[in-house]
């Protein structure tokens, strides 16, 4: 496993490296739009993002439940940029909160109900998610796509970015001829500390940590 995630880590490195060579060369800062589940998961994902993107976060999470709990991440995460980054804070976009879309993507799954997390309800729970970060990318000329998940233990980085890359390549069929498409960033941000760094962000500013993942059949195995 711990191989399959180094691939993902090198792959981010690649594009890095790649993206730096061409705003050396004087390209502009690439934008970039990143789907972020809350503000602890945000936080040490944007401290090595903001190096080398000019962001905008998504925030689209029809999986979180209840509604309150919806909403208390969204205002930790809203609270917490600033705080943190200042007059860099990047803008959030906020998509419409309707969690039929989630019940519906996972449905396809058999016993989705009592699977346990990086299970394949995950899955189709990432795929929701980052196609529709993929299409938000598109319909607002973004360069790159990413999310934050990558950055909890307890998510499939595999998976992740398996949908990641798919929900890019999706983009390509449907807008084949387009002057633009965005492309998927890889991500593992758990590697080189990224976890532990988020922990210590989340005390330094007082964030609350959510003790479940986030959908109905995650809290009830917390
Ligand atoms: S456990 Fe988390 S990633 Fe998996 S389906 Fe529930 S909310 Fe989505």
């Known amino acids: 496993m711990s191989k399959a995630l180094s691939v993902y880590y090198k792959a981010f490195e690649t594009q890095i490296a790649e993206i730096e060579k061409a705003v050396h060369s004087g390209s502009a800062k690439p934008t970039l739009l990143l789907h972020a589940c809350c503000g602890p998961c945000s936080s040490a994902v944007l401290e090595i993002l903001l190096q080398h993107f000019d962001i905008t976060i998504l925030y689209y999470n029809p999986n979180i439940y209840p509604q309150a709990e919806y909403l208390r991440r969204k205002e930790e995460l809203c609270n917490f940029l600033p705080a943190f980054l200042k007059e860099k804070a990047p803008p959030v976009i906020e998509l419409a909160y309707k969690p039929e879309e989630f019940y519906e993507a996972v449905k396809i799954v058999n016993g989705f109900e009592t699977m346990p997390e990086k299970d394949e309800r995950c899955r189709m729970c990432y795929r929701l998610r980052l196609a529709c970060c993929a ?57 080189k500390n990224g976890f532990k760094r988020s922990i210590e962000l989340s005390e330094e500013y007082g964030l609350y940590r959510q003790d479940y993942c986030g959908c109905v059949y995650s809290s009830r195995n917390r």
């Open 135 to 191: 299409k938000e990318a598109f319909d607002k000329h973004f360069d790159y796509f990413t999310t934050t998940l990558s950055i909890s233990p307890h998510k499939d980085a595999k998976k992740i970015n398996e949908e990641g890359k798919a929900a890019e390549l999706e983009l390509q069929k449907i807008h084949a001829g387009a002057e633009k498409v965005p492309q998927y960033l890889y991500a593992d941000f758990k590697k």
